[in-house]
């Protein structure tokens, strides 16, 4: 395998004003791996995304894509830049599906890049020329590819904001895959699903990483997710690393339980998130 | 009878022109969610480019009317879309990030610019045409009434209805009409995936400025006669289309410009010329008591 990592995140540091939301956090996420950002609320998680998506223009730091197709800076690269040419994708932890279009067409929509070059900007699809209409058919069909691998063949044409949760979860994921990415960001996917969309979830990033190959960024709140189907975890607490590594390094890291659970209050935790600790400690020795 | 079936062609011509101007607000509106008082200025552009364009072909000497009316035509619309493009470039799109009323007085102070900018150069009396399409078909003739169909007014409802199948084409079918939907339903989102939002919303601009370029070309044909001040009324008279039919929706805006034409050509026919703006603005009112967020147009659910 390549040595050289996907995404190279060097001293990324972001300041609102006095506030210091991420403080020279430094890690790295590669190929065909998943890597999870864990930490508790606030810890600027959400943040890190911000800046590698152009929301925010980081104070410091550098965040280099070494993507097949080249190398990309992506504090320097602007807004649709960042998804046209360095290919990232990302969700939202609310989702943001474009609600009033079809199922179908916001898995276009997500290929607009391409459908816009094929067309000759367009032009060739107001006179409905052959070349642009191979083109849309093309990107019916990896929609449709996509709407088969989240079991919404049948849902095509509803509008997207009618779906249930747990499916527009999904959708947004496959709309960000047909953006065709070779980073995926993904926050907070697993947010509000119960415990067995939970695992279709998991098992679809788990196939996406294997067949596609591409990096994957995980924010996930959930530990079990993000144990589950981690290659590397990184662990922020108020805006700096405190862990990096594997799952079962993380989860013995003195300073990821000191951040989850807070310093010598073992005592007071409740029962039942006690007996949850312990048997999710036990899993990881296995 | 026969009275009201010829007003309900004149209403229609008439309709048919709101209708065009009213695209360019509710497409604006939108995207970006501004109202663009420019636009009926940008109209006014229009009518004057097609005025210069026909008087030149006219000193060459062109006079077969068909290609005179397509070369008219192209000249009216590129410019007029220049200019549509140029306001947006100059005074809309530095405020993007500013307050939402930032735009909008910048607008109404473009609108003024374009105002007395043609004022000053063209100089404020009215500007007269000879009419190019002349003559007309009687439908009906009852001996005391005649109803005639303006060959004028056919061109209108044709180019109308072909402009507005092309224009629905590329809304729903093409790749562009797809990134503008996504747009106005969340930029940023559109922009995460690789829609270059800045173009997109230029597009839309120079979209509805060539849709009121041929309105503007129409009004001088059909009217005959321009001033710089064509564009304030016609387009408050669109923009109250576009509010009625339900701003942001683009059928409303063919509707509500349909209805308003045929609401002034009524009033006028039955109860007084004077009034016919107090009629249509008067609808208006009623509409947005009664129905605030148009005919066709979705009202904002807040989702809790």
């Known amino acids: ?286 | 009878m026969e009275y009201f079936l010829q007003q309900l062609i004149n209403g229609l011509s008439l309709g048919a022109i709101y209708g065009l101007i009213a695209i360019g607000y509710t497409m604006v509106y939108g995207i970006i969610g501004m109202i663009n008082f420019a636009h009926g200025d940008i109209f006014m552009i229009g009518a004057f480019h097609s005025l210069i364009a026909f008087l030149v072909l006219g000193l060459l000497g062109v006079s077969f009317v068909p290609l005179a009316l397509m070369v008219v035509l192209v000249i009216a619309v590129l410019l007029t879309a220049t200019y549509g493009w140029t306001v947006e470039r100059v005074a809309y799109r530095p405020l993007r990030r500013s307050t939402r009323l930032a735009p909008l007085i910048s607008a109404i102070g473009m609108s003024i610019f374009l105002q007395n900018s043609v004022q000053l150069l063209q100089g404020a009396r009215g500007k007269p045409l000879v009419s190019v399409i002349p003559g007309a078909i009687t439908l009906v003739d009852s001996g005391t009434f005649a109803v005639q169909i303006s060959y004028m007014q056919i061109v209108i409802m044709l180019v109308t209805v072909s402009l507005m199948t092309v224009f629905t084409l590329m809304i729903t079918r093409t790749t562009l009409g797809r990134a503008q939907r996504a747009c106005e339903q969340d930029q940023r989102m559109a922009s995460l995936l690789g829609v270059n939002i800045d173009r997109t919303i230029s597009i839309t601009f120079v979209i509805g400025a060539s849709l009121a370029a041929v309105a503007g070309l129409m009004v001088t044909l059909y009217y005959g006669i321009i001033d710089f001040y064509l564009g304030f009324v016609a387009g408050i008279k669109a923009f109250t289309a576009a509010v009625l039919g339900g701003i942001g929706s683009l059928p409303g805006a063919m509707l509500g410009g349909i209805l308003i034409g045929l609401i002034e050509a009524f009033w006028s026919a039955y109860f007084s010329v004077e009034y016919k703006d107090v009629a249509a603005f008067g609808v208006l009112v009623l509409v947005l008591i009664f129905r605030p967020s148009g005919l066709l147009g979705r009202p904002e659910v807040e989702k809790v």
């Not at chain 1, 699809?125 to 088969?148: I, K, M, N, T």
């Open chain 1, 1 to 286: 395998m390549n040595d050289v990592p996907l995404l190279n995140v060097e001293h990324l540091t972001m300041r609102f004003g006095g506030l210091v939301a991420i403080d020279d956090v430094s890690f790295s996420a590669r190929n065909g791996q998943i890597t999870g950002i864990i930490g508790p609320n606030g810890a600027g998680k959400t943040t890190v995304f911000n800046c590698l998506t152009g929301f925010y223009k980081p104070s410091v730091g550098r965040l280099a894509l070494n993507a097949p197709h080249g190398t990309f800076l992506l504090e320097q690269t602007d807004g649709f830049r960042i998804a046209q040419q360095a290919r990232v994708a990302r969700t939202f932890q609310n989702i943001r599906l474009f609600a009033g279009m079809s199922v179908l067409e916001n898995l276009i929509v997500a290929q607009h890049n391409k459908l816009m070059k094929e067309s000759g900007f367009t032009i060739a699809g107001l006179l409905w020329l052959p070349r642009h209409r191979a083109a849309e058919r093309q990107s019916v069909e990896l929609a449709r590819y996509w709407l088969d691998r989240i079991g919404l063949t049948s849902r095509a044409d509803w509008q997207a904001g009618n779906l249930p949760y747990g499916d527009q979860r999904r959708l947004e994921i496959a709309r960000a895959m047909c953006t065709d990415p070779v980073l995926l960001c993904l926050d907070e996917p697993a947010a509000g699903l119960n415990a067995r969309e939970s695992a279709e979830l998991n098992e679809l990033l788990l196939e996406i990483k294997a067949q596609q190959g591409i990096g994957i960024l995980l924010i996930e709140h959930d530990m079990s997710v993000v144990m589950e189907i981690s290659d590397h975890i990184v662990v922020l607490d108020y805006g700096r690393k405190i862990s990096d590594g594997r799952p079962d390094q993380v989860r013995q890291d003195p300073a990821v339980i000191r951040a989850y659970l807070g310093e010598e209050e073992d005592e007071e935790l409740p029962p039942e998130v006690a007996e949850d600790l312990a048997q999710r400690g036990e899993a990881g020795a296995i």
